[in-house]
């Protein structure tokens, strides 16, 4: 189970590592962001989404790993 959680970070790494250059391109709307100061609420709500989407995950994960577990040990 740890295996697989640390491969499925791993890739999400990865593909946040490969998307990063084509979010940099700087346009208009950005510039609004940074001008107004808005920016920091941008970031922060896209975090906090982020951070929500992951402890989602990570708690699935777990559900999923004990239902398997169960179904696991009534065959046996």
Known sequence: ?????????????????????LLAQSNGLENTFFESGKIKVVMGVAIIIFVGIAIYLFRLDKKISKLEKEIYDEKN
């Open 1 to 21: 189970m740890i295996k697989s959680t640390v491969v499925k970070a791993l890739q999400v790494m990865l593909v946040m590592l490969i998307a990063t250059p």
